[in-house]
């Protein structure tokens, strides 16, 4: 279960790092 667990949070991790970047690039672009 800890590796299951472990492996969700890293994914939900790099979920938010890309979302964050994306919304810093875009906000570059229109801004």
Do not use: Y
């Amino acid at each position: 279960e800890e590796v299951s667990i472990n492996r969700t949070i890293r994914l939900a991790i790099a979920a938010l790092l890309m979302f964050w970047v994306l919304n810093h690039l875009l906000f570059k672009v229109f801004i």
